[in-house]
């Protein structure tokens, strides 16, 4: 009977620290071997994965890249090609105002002349209504 209750004390006790501490080293011995294992699977797997993955992004940064290029290529010869309308548009616009300026100071110049030979003749009119008798 009391090899009965020891065993049933031993049961119920926490178990010694040898006790432990070898069970430790013979699981973690094992343990220790699957650990290395899948973390050198995990690794290589993380690893391709990672490399997998940094190589998408690396793409994506080129493909970036490569497009705000050819948008600054393209937005530069869109400003130059506009650069060039607009300076073309704007001597136009100079040259045909400067052509329609040019073509009222010959109708003013006219108009003047017109004005003077009609006032040269209303001034000879008025000599004559004046003087009526004097070449008589």
Known sequence: MESATNEASRKRMK??????????ISNGTFMEEITEKEQSEAIIVGSEEMELNISHIL??????????????ESGKSMFKELSNDFEERLIMIHKEQMEKW?????????????????TA???NARFLLQNPFSES
Not at 15 to 24: A, F, I, N, S
Not at 61 to 69: G, M, P
Not at 104 to 115: F, G, P, Y
């Open 59 to 72: 793409e994506k940064i080129e493909r970036f890249t490569q497009l705000v290029s050819e948008l600054l």
């Open 121 to 123: 003749l209303l001034s």
């Open 102 to 118: 040019q073509e009222e100071i010959k109708e003013l110049r006219l108009i003047d002349a017109s004005n003077e030979e009609a």
């Open 15 to 24: 178990p010694d620290v040898g006790e432990k501490q070898e069970d430790h």
